[in-house]
């Protein structure tokens, strides 16, 4: 019996070369130190692809790509289909597990010197990989087709739309048509589920290929130099030394890794659920404040932070600036030193671009820039501040809510971030240049000279000259004799003492 | 089979090895020819058939009404919305644009787009201060569309519109960007 079992297995391996296969691959000799925790991000990336595959083809067999559809069939598979929520959530998770991993197997790559010769190509595949599943998210975030997914449209439509000449053109094939709509969806699923995808599956292939032919990087050594000459030698003989078959020797770090990558996907899927969708792609719904997930609030945050004059430029060249940067990394640092011990300068980097990233991220979280659009109906200034306060600075308070200055400035952690906070603008600023502020505006302040009467401009004044702490003296034109409290301040706002505050 | 036979008879060998590689060659050279002329003709369609979205030229723009004029009280700005003429049936709610009307006196209209010139947001009109704002990274622009703070490169985009029969009009169909302005 046993020896029938062993022919019908010789036939099949005669016949499809499995063996064969598993010594070119998972048999493939590899340093013994390569089995590492660090070198678990690669495989660990590759679970959670292998993870958006399936989950993604189940919720096709539910999603309708169509604008008028798509919304009333992720809330059929949010609440209808059974596990349809859990689908869409792990869908959801693999992605953010996929960015993120992929981001540590970037770092990991570029710490341990793994692009340099011989591996130029391994290092440019993955930097097409890392975009690719940048495209994933951001056509992801479209496939789910809520407000924030149409106004993202409209920002990428109005940043394609800066391209000198062409600029029309692109928007138009970008969106499908003149305006967001049908076609602009249909496109971007097309995108995400056939040519990204597809495009994937063949760079992740070339990429596995070359690390098989090219081997993995080892484990660097301080001091161990890359040189051309010798390198394949030097390789050749470590792995002579060291070397053990990657399955079962060096694997079971990477299966560790991969179980609890899978676990950890269906555990915070399970746990947190799905991502929206948020609210009706619907353009008339004006009452919205888009903004995108978390892998692209760091673009979110330096499209507002940049200053105005060099923005089409920067939009039009920074992004081809940094692909072009990635794709040549291992053309500007080629053969020496591997070990980060070694490479201050690549490990400053990392650290550097990780701190900008991470303050971006964190700042793109609360959107300092963008003025609380219902601060002025919702937002209460605290009762310290109207506390024995004159019927003209009370008025006064009631402008800097009616008028929308709350929307943007702060009085007491209540209101908008976009302006300054106002608590001790009145030791800033004398009267005489808050109404010049006031009605001139300037910089990113509006002019409301046009829509404040004059008696609204006293009141506004006169309140905020109340804004400073006790131990703060209120500012005084300097041109003008006499105490500071006396001549400089409106009356009924000079002699009395402000509230203490913290 | 044909190998042994040319092993065969070693002294005619290489004239038949060249008549033969002539022959090879040329049908290799057919081959790829023939793949050459059918791979045209099946990518011009094919291309033509993607690249047809380049187009910004054609039927997307026309007038559109808006409501009777009593539906806009002078010195005010009001939101109204057209269907987009271009529209597939499939469009759903996108087909639906939002746009400010402020009317000045009598038939002076402004008709500005919804999106704001730095990143194409939704603005929003505040009656009281007499401003637009943008949620998204803080633009804001005065009761006539013009630029006022923040880091939009422009002023608002405006329609063109027309009244006729007792009707405002708006002359739209096309997303406004910096470069093709409504």
Same mark, same amino acid.
């Given at each position: 019996?046993?020896?029938?079992?062993?022919?019908?297995?010789?036939?099949?391996?005669?016949?499809?070369?499995?063996?064969?296969?598993?010594?070119?691959?998972?048999?493939?000799?590899?340093?013994?130190?390569?089995?590492?925790?660090?070198?678990?991000?690669?495989?660990?990336?590759?679970?959670?692809?292998?993870?958006?595959?399936?989950?993604?083809?189940?919720?096709?067999?539910?999603?309708?790509?169509?604008?008028?559809?798509?919304?009333?069939?992720?809330?059929?598979?949010?609440?209808?289909?059974?596990?349809?929520?859990?689908?869409?959530?792990?869908?959801?998770?693999?992605?953010?597990?996929?960015? %993120? /991993?992929?981001? #540590? !197997? @970037?770092?990991? *790559?570029?710490?341990? &010197?793994?692009?340099? $010769? +011989?591996?130029?190509?391994?290092?440019?595949?993955?930097?097409?990989?890392?975009?690719?599943?940048?495209?994933?998210?951001?056509?992801?975030?479209?496939?789910?087709?809520?407000?924030?997914?149409?106004?993202?449209?409209?920002?990428?439509?109005?940043?394609?739309?800066?391209?000198?000449?062409?600029?029309?053109?692109?928007?138009?094939?970008?969106?499908?048509?003149?305006?967001?709509?049908?076609?602009?969806?249909?496109?971007?699923?097309?995108?995400?589920?056939?040519?990204?995808?597809?495009?994937?599956? %063949? /760079?992740?292939? #070339? !990429? @596995?290929?070359? *690390?098989?032919?090219? &081997?993995?990087?080892? $484990? +660097?050594?301080?001091?161990?130099?890359?040189?051309?000459?010798?390198?394949?030698?030097?390789?050749?003989?470590?792995?002579?030394?060291?070397?053990?078959?990657?399955?079962?020797?060096?694997?079971?770090?990477?299966?560790?890794?991969?179980?609890?990558?899978?676990?950890?996907?269906?555990?915070?899927?399970?746990?947190?659920?799905?991502?929206?969708?948020?609210?009706?792609?619907?353009?008339?719904?004006?009452?919205?404040?888009?903004?995108?997930?978390?892998?692209?609030?760091?673009?979110?945050?330096?499209?507002?932070?940049?200053?105005?004059? @060099?923005?089409? *430029?920067?939009?039009?060249?920074?992004?081809?600036?940094?692909?072009?940067?990635?794709?040549?990394?291992?053309?500007?640092?080629?053969?020496?030193?591997?070990?980060?011990?070694?490479?201050?300068?690549?490990?400053?980097?990392?650290?550097?671009?990780?701190?900008?990233?991470?303050?971006?991220?964190?700042?793109?979280?609360?959107?300092?820039?963008?003025?609380?659009?219902?601060?002025?109906?919702?937002?209460?200034?605290?009762?310290?501040?109207?506390?024995?306060?004159?019927?003209?600075?009370?008025?006064?308070?009631?402008?800097?809510?009616?008028?929308?200055?709350?929307?943007?400035?702060?009085?007491?952690?209540?209101?908008?971030?976009?302006?300054?906070?106002?608590?001790?603008?009145?030791?800033?600023?004398?009267?005489?240049?808050?109404?010049?502020?006031?009605?001139?505006?300037?910089?990113?302040?509006?002019?409301?000279?046009?829509?404040?009467?004059?008696?609204?401009?006293?009141?506004?004044?006169?309140?905020?000259?109340?804004?400073?702490?006790?131990?703060?003296?209120?500012?005084?034109?300097?041109?003008?004799?006499?105490?500071?409290?006396?001549?400089?301040?409106?009356?009924?706002?000079?002699?009395?003492?402000?509230?203490?505050?913290? | 089979?044909?190998?042994?036979?040319?092993?065969?008879?070693?002294?005619?060998?290489?004239?038949?090895?060249?008549?033969?590689?002539?022959?090879?060659?040329?049908?290799?050279?057919?081959?790829?020819?023939?793949?050459?002329?059918?791979?045209?003709?099946?990518?011009?369609?094919?291309?033509?058939?993607?690249?047809?979205?380049?187009?910004?030229?054609?039927?997307?723009?026309?007038?559109?009404?808006?409501?009777?004029?009593?539906?806009?009280?002078?010195?005010?700005?009001?939101?109204?919305?057209?269907?987009?003429?271009?529209?597939?049936?499939?469009?759903?709610?996108?087909?639906?644009?939002?746009?400010?009307?402020?009317?000045?006196?009598?038939?002076?209209?402004?008709?500005?787009?919804?999106?704001?010139?730095?990143?194409?947001?939704?603005?929003?009109?505040?009656?009281?201060?007499?401003?637009?704002?943008?949620?998204?990274?803080?633009?804001?622009?005065?009761?006539?569309?013009?630029?006022?703070?923040?880091?939009?490169?422009?002023?608002?985009?405006?329609?063109?519109?027309?009244?006729?029969?007792?009707?405002?009009?708006?002359?739209?169909?096309?997303?406004?960007?910096?470069?093709?302005?409504?």
């Amino acid at each position: 019996m046993i020896e029938r079992l062993r022919k019908i297995a010789t036939w099949i391996d005669d016949r499809v070369y499995i063996s064969k296969l598993y010594a070119a691959t998972a048999g493939h000799k590899v340093p013994s130190k390569s089995g590492s925790w660090f070198y678990v991000f690669g495989s660990g990336t590759l679970v959670c692809f292998m993870v958006q595959i399936v989950t993604g083809i189940c919720l096709a067999l539910v999603y309708v790509p169509s604008a008028g559809e798509a919304y009333s069939s992720l809330e059929y598979l949010n609440y209808q289909q059974q596990l349809g929520w859990l689908l869409r959530a792990m869908h959801n998770w693999g992605s953010n597990f996929m960015v %993120a /991993i992929m981001l #540590l !197997h @970037l770092i990991q *790559v570029f710490l341990f &010197g793994a692009f340099k $010769y +011989p591996r130029e190509m391994t290092w440019i595949s993955g930097v097409v990989l890392l975009l690719c599943t940048l495209g994933m998210a951001f056509t992801g975030q479209i496939l789910r087709f809520d407000q924030d997914a149409y106004w993202g449209l409209g920002i990428g439509a109005a940043m394609a739309g800066r391209v000198p000449l062409m600029g029309p053109a692109i928007v138009h094939m970008m969106l499908g048509g003149p305006i967001i709509a049908g076609e602009t969806l249909s496109r971007f699923f097309t995108l995400h589920v056939f040519v990204i995808p597809g495009t994937i599956i %063949a /760079i992740v292939s #070339l !990429h @596995l290929r070359l *690390v098989l032919t090219k &081997g993995i990087n080892e $484990y +660097p050594v301080p001091g161990k130099l890359v040189k051309k000459e010798t390198y394949a030698a030097e390789y050749e003989e470590e792995l002579k030394k060291t070397g053990v078959p990657f399955f079962p020797k060096a694997v079971s770090k990477d299966l560790i890794f991969c179980a609890l990558v899978l676990l950890g996907i269906v555990v915070c899927a399970a746990c947190f659920g799905p991502e929206g969708p948020h609210g009706l792609a619907d353009p008339t719904q004006i009452n919205t404040a888009p903004k995108p997930d978390y892998f692209f609030l760091w673009l979110f945050a330096v499209l507002s932070l940049m200053p105005d004059y @060099l923005e089409t *430029v920067l939009i039009l060249t920074v992004p081809f600036i940094v692909i072009g940067i990635l794709f040549a990394v291992p053309f500007i640092s080629n053969t020496g030193e591997k070990s980060p011990r070694r490479r201050p300068v690549a490990v400053l980097s990392v650290l550097f671009i990780l701190v900008v990233l991470g303050a971006f991220n964190y700042l793109g979280t609360f959107a300092p820039w963008s003025p609380q659009m219902d601060a002025w109906s919702n937002a209460e200034i605290p009762v310290t501040y109207l506390e024995g306060r004159t019927p003209l600075e009370r008025q006064g308070a009631l402008v800097f809510h009616t008028k929308q200055c709350i929307n943007c400035h702060s009085v007491g952690d209540a209101g908008g971030l976009r302006g300054p906070a106002l608590d001790h603008v009145a030791a800033r600023l004398t009267a005489d240049q808050l109404v010049r502020q006031v009605i001139q505006g300037s910089g990113n302040m509006p002019a409301y000279g046009k829509n404040l009467t004059p008696a609204e401009v006293a009141g506004l004044v006169a309140f905020m000259r109340t804004l400073h702490s006790a131990t703060e003296a209120p500012a005084r034109d300097s041109t003008r004799t006499g105490p500071a409290t006396v001549d400089n301040i409106p009356s009924g706002t000079s002699l009395r003492v402000a509230p203490v505050r913290q | 089979m044909a190998i042994s036979e040319v092993d065969a008879i070693p002294d005619r060998r290489t004239e038949v090895d060249t008549k033969k590689t002539s022959r090879r060659s040329f049908l290799l050279k057919l081959g790829f020819l023939l793949n050459g002329l059918a791979a045209v003709s099946f990518s011009v369609p094919v291309l033509g058939y993607v690249l047809s979205s380049f187009r910004t030229e054609g039927p997307f723009k026309s007038w559109i009404p808006l409501g009777p004029l009593t539906d806009f009280p002078e010195q005010q700005t009001r939101l109204a919305k057209y269907r987009n003429p271009y529209t597939r049936p499939w469009d759903g709610p996108t087909a639906e644009i939002p746009c400010w009307v402020r009317r000045l006196e009598g038939d002076k209209f402004q008709i500005f787009a919804i999106n704001c010139t730095h990143l194409g947001c939704p603005v929003r009109w505040f009656q009281e201060s007499h401003l637009f704002m943008c949620p998204c990274h803080g633009g804001a622009f005065y009761e006539d569309g013009s630029h006022a703070s923040g880091p939009p490169p422009r002023g608002l985009y405006e329609y063109q519109y027309k009244v006729e029969h007792g009707q405002l009009w708006v002359f739209g169909g096309q997303l406004p960007t910096l470069g093709q302005p409504a």
